[in-house]
C-alpha cells in the first residue's frame, strides 16, 4: 500500500512540475506579446504595419525554437542536451529586465520594419526564443521520464495552451487595467527567472529517470517506429496552415466588417487556443465527432444570413455565428492534427512542422494577401479550405479519385448555372429579392452534402463567390483598395435631398464604416456628416469666423476632406494622414474636390501624427483638430496624458484642442474629462443630434481642449447651451505611456 502510495505521488508531482513548467512558459510569452507592443506604441504609433511585423516576428522565432528543440532533442545525449539549453538560457539573461534600450530612435524617413524587427531582437529575442523551445523540449524530455503517460505526452501541451489562453484573457483585463508598463517589465523579467528553476527541476527528473526507465522499459525495435510519410506531413501542415489563416482573416473580416471594436481581436484568438486544449484532452475522440457533426448544422445559418443577408441581424447575433464557425473549423482541424499524431520519436518533428504551418498562415495573410486581394477575401476561401479538411475515409487512395471527381460535378454545375446568369441578365438589381431567396435556399442544400468533404466545400464556395460579386454590384462600389491600415471604398450613391428630390453623392468607407461623403453638382462645397455646418465644427468655425482670418490650422486624420470646406484664404492649413491612400482619394477630382476646391494649396503630411507633431514648432496652431480613430478603432498612445501635453504645446495660448469622440462601443470623453481635471485645462463637449432631418448630417460628438478658460468662452456663451462642461468621473485612473485600460470605458 505505501509502494503504491509513493508511486501514486511521484506520478503526480512528475505530472505538476512538468505540466507547470509547460503552463509558465505559455503564459510568459503571452503576456510578453502585448506587453512588448504597448512599450513600441509612442514610438512608431498605432499602424497596423507594427501589429503585423512583431506578428510575424514571434511566429517565426518560435518556429525557430521548436526547429532548436527538435534538433538537439533528436542529435544530442540528455546531458549534452541539458548543457547546451543550459547555456542557452543563461545567454538570455542579459536581455533582462525587458525593455526598450535607449539609444534607439526610429528612423524618419525610410520604412522602419527592419529597424523594428532589429529592435525586437535584441530586446526580445533571446528570452522569446527560449520561451518558444519550452513546449516541444519539455514534452520530449517527459516522454523518457519513466511516467505511465510517457508513451504519450501529448496531452501536456492543453497546459501549455492553457498557459497563453489564461494569460490573453488576463491581460486586457487584469494586468493593463491595473499595473503599468515599468512594473509589468520588472514582474514579467522575475517571473522568467522563475521559469529558468522550474526548467532546471525538469532537467534534472529528465537526468535521474532516463536512465532507469531506459533499463527497465521495453522499448520498440526503432524499425517498428516508421518515419510518417511525406504526405502525412503534407497532411499535418495543411491542417496547422489553414487555422493559422483562419484565425487572422477573421479577425481582420470582424474589425472591417461587423464592428472595428478594440480588444475583438482577442476572442478569435482564445477560442484558436481553446480548441488546442480540448483537441488534446482526454476527452479528445468525443469532441471531435461532436465537433465534426456540428460543422455543417452551423454553417448553413452562417452562410444564409451572415454572408447573404447580415442586414436583418444584429451585430453580436452576426459576430456569433461567424465564431461559431470559425471555432468548429479549427476543432475540426486541429483535432484532426491530433488523431494522427505520430509516436513519441517524433514529436518534435510534428511540433516543428505545426509551428512552421503556423508561421507560413501569418505570413500569407500579413505579406501575400493584402497584394493580391483588395478585401478580406482569405477568409472566406480559408471556410473553403477548412471544409476541405474534413475527415474521409481512404481520400487519398486512388480508387478515391473517381468518388471525389462525383463530388465535383454538382457544385461545378452551379457555378456555371450562376455565371450564365450573371452573363445574360442585363439588370441583375431588378432580381436581387430572388436572387437573395435561391442562394438561401442552395444554403439549405449544403446540409446534404455534410459527408461529402468536397461536395460541401466546393458548394460552400460557390455560394460565398457569388455573395461576394452581388455585394459589390449593389453597393455601386467604384473604388476598392486594401492597404496595411484596412479595406478603404468609394461609393456611388443616390439620396433624397431636402426638397425630397434624389441626389448624387460620392461617399468614403472605411470598412464598413462612413468616413466621409460630397454631394455632387451645385454643394459640392458643402460639408457633410460628423464635419457639417449645423454640427459641433460648423458651430466652432462660425463663432470664430470673425477672428480667425488669419488662423494655422492642422487636421490629424484627412478622410474625404470635408473640414478644407471650412477654410480662408489667408490661412494656413495642414492635414496629417497615415495612410497614402487616403491623400490620393481625398486629391482625385473623380473622387472627391474638397481638397481641390477649398485648400488646393494645404500641407499634406503622411505618417503617424504624434510622431509627426513632436517636429513642429511650439505655439504654431490656433486650432488642432484630432480625427484620428479608423472606425471604432482607437490607438490608444493618441490619448495619453503625453499626448495631450504634447497637442497643446503645439497650439497658441489662446489655440483650440478639438477632438472627434464618435464611438459606438467607447465612452472617450471619459478619458479626456480625466486628462483636463488633472492636467488643468478648460474643456467643452457636445454631444450633437440634428433637430431635423437633413442627408448626410449625422449625429457626432465633439470634446474641446484650451490652456484657458477665455479660449472657449465664445463657444460656452453662445446661447444655444450646445457646449457643455464635461462631467466629472471619479472612477477613471489617468492614462498614460505607461498605463492605458480600454475596458474601463467600454459603454
Not at 475540426?332 to 509551428?355: D, F, N
Not at 453638382?521 to 460639408?527: F, L, S, T, Y
Not at 503645439?650 to 467607447?666: C, P, Q, S, W, Y
Amino acid at each position: 500500500m505505501l509502494n503504491t502510495s509513493t508511486r501514486s505521488e511521484r506520478s503526480l508531482s512528475l505530472i505538476l512540475v512538468f505540466a507547470g513548467t509547460l503552463f509558465v512558459s505559455a503564459t510568459l510569452m503571452f503576456i510578453l506579446q502585448p506587453l512588448f507592443g504597448k512599450l513600441m506604441l509612442p514610438l512608431l504609433g498605432g499602424s497596423p504595419a507594427v501589429w503585423n511585423t512583431c506578428m510575424v516576428f514571434y511566429q517565426m522565432l518560435l518556429f525557430l525554437g521548436y526547429l532548436y528543440a527538435h534538433f538537439i532533442s533528436t542529435r544530442f545525449k540528455p546531458l549534452r542536451q541539458i548543457q547546451v539549453h543550459g547555456a542557452l538560457i543563461l545567454i538570455s539573461l542579459i536581455a533582462l529586465p525587458v525593455g526598450l534600450p535607449e539609444i534607439m530612435t526610429p528612423p524618419t524617413e525610410s520604412n522602419p520594419t527592419l529597424w523594428l524587427v532589429w529592435v525586437l531582437f535584441i530586446s526580445i529575442g533571446l528570452p522569446f526564443f527560449v520561451l518558444s523551445t519550452t513546449s516541444p523540449l519539455i514534452q520530449k524530455w517527459f516522454s523518457h521520464v519513466g511516467h505511465h503517460t510517457s508513451h504519450d505526452p501529448y496531452y501536456l501541451y492543453a497546459a501549455s495552451n492553457f498557459g497563453s489562453l489564461l494569460a490573453l484573457l488576463s491581460y486586457p483585463f487584469i494586468i493593463e487595467p491595473h499595473i503599468g508598463l515599468s512594473a509589468q517589465k520588472i514582474t514579467w523579467s522575475a517571473s522568467y527567472i522563475g521559469l529558468i528553476l522550474l526548467i532546471v527541476g525538469c532537467a534534472w527528473l529528465f537526468m535521474r529517470f532516463y536512465q532507469s526507465s531506459a533499463n527497465t522499459e521495453t522499448e520498440e525495435p526503432e524499425t517498428a517506429q516508421t518515419e510518417p510519410s511525406l504526405l502525412t506531413k503534407l497532411h499535418w501542415l495543411a491542417l496547422a496552415f489553414v487555422p493559422s489563416s483562419l484565425l487572422l482573416g477573421l479577425t481582420n473580416f470582424v474589425s472591417t466588417d461587423i464592428a472595428a471594436v478594440p480588444l475583438l481581436w482577442i476572442i478569435p484568438l482564445t477560442l484558436y487556443l481553446l480548441s488546442f486544449v480540448l483537441v488534446f484532452s482526454r476527452w479528445e475522440k468525443g469532441i471531435h465527432r461532436v465537433s465534426v457533426w456540428l460543422q455543417p448544422v452551423v454553417l448553413l445559418p452562417f452562410i444564409a444570413y451572415s454572408f447573404i443577408n447580415p442586414a436583418v441581424l444584429p451585430f453580436w447575433v452576426d459576430l456569433a455565428l461567424h465564431l461559431s464557425v470559425f471555432f468548429l473549423a479549427v476543432m475540426v482541424c486541429h483535432g484532426e492534427l491530433a488523431k494522427y499524431r505520430p509516436h513519441t520519436r517524433y514529436l518534435t518533428l510534428y511540433y516543428l512542422i505545426m509551428s512552421f504551418a503556423g508561421m507560413l498562415g501569418g505570413m500569407f495573410n500579413t505579406f501575400v494577401a493584402p497584394f493580391i486581394f483588395n478585401g478580406i477575401y482569405e477568409y472566406p476561401i480559408m471556410i473553403v479550405a477548412a471544409l476541405l479538411l474534413r475527415p474521409a475515409d481512404k481520400i487519398w487512395q486512388n480508387q478515391q479519385w473517381q468518388v471525389w471527381a462525383k463530388q465535383a460535378v454538382f457544385p461545378l454545375l452551379i457555378f456555371v448555372l450562376g455565371w450564365v446568369i450573371y452573363l445574360g441578365v442585363s439588370e441583375l438589381g431588378v432580381y436581387m429579392d430572388n436572387i437573395g431567396t435561391a442562394l438561401i435556399l442552395f444554403a439549405g442544400l449544403t446540409y446534404a452534402f455534410r459527408k461529402q468533404a468536397l461536395s460541401l466545400a466546393l458548394f460552400t464556395g460557390t455560394i460565398i463567390f457569388f455573395i461576394v460579386g452581388l455585394r459589390a454590384i449593389m453597393s455601386n462600389t467604384v473604388y476598392q483598395e486594401r492597404t496595411f491600415f484596412g479595406v478603404v471604398s468609394v461609393r456611388d450613391s443616390v439620396l433624397l435631398n431636402e426638397q425630397g428630390r434624389p441626389e448624387k453623392y460620392k461617399e468614403l468607407f472605411h470598412g464598413t464604416t462612413k468616413h466621409g461623403a460630397q454631394r455632387l453638382g451645385a454643394h459640392e462645397q458643402e460639408p457633410l456628416t460628423y464635419y457639417s455646418r449645423p454640427g459641433p465644427m460648423g458651430q466652432l468655425f462660425k463663432e470664430f469666423d470673425s477672428t480667425n482670418q488669419n488662423w494655422q490650422v492642422a487636421v490629424v486624420g484627412l478622410g474625404a476632406g470635408a473640414l478644407a470646406c471650412y477654410a480662408k484664404s489667408q490661412q494656413a492649413w495642414t492635414f496629417y494622414e497615415i495612410d497614402p491612400v487616403i491623400v490620393d482619394i481625398a486629391k482625385n477630382t473623380h473622387y472627391f474636390s474638397y481638397l481641390q476646391r477649398c485648400t488646393p494649396k494645404a500641407a499634406m503630411i503622411i505618417g503617424d501624427a504624434r510622431l509627426s507633431l513632436q517636429s513642429e514648432a511650439d505655439a504654431k496652431f490656433n486650432l488642432l483638430v484630432i480625427d484620428a480613430f479608423s472606425s471604432d478603432s482607437v490607438p490608444t498612445h493618441l490619448l495619453t496624458q503625453e499626448a495631450i501635453q504634447l497637442y497643446l504645446s503645439k497650439v497658441t495660448d489662446n489655440g483650440i484642442l478639438a477632438f472627434h469622440i464618435t464611438n459606438r462601443h467607447l465612452a472617450l470623453k471619459k478619458v479626456l474629462s480625466d486628462h483636463a481635471k488633472q492636467l488643468g485645462y478648460a474643456a467643452l463637449i457636445q454631444e450633437f443630434k440634428p433637430k431635423q432631418e437633413i442627408p448626410l448630417v449625422v449625429a457626432t460628438d465633439w470634446f474641446v481642449l484650451a490652456k484657458n478658460e477665455q479660449a472657449l468662452a465664445p463657444l460656452y456663451k453662445q446661447g444655444l447651451g450646445l457646449w457643455q462642461k464635461p462631467a466629472l468621473y471619479f472612477d477613471m485612473k489617468p492614462w498614460t505611456d505607461d498605463f492605458t485600460n480600454i475596458v474601463s470605458i467600454w459603454k
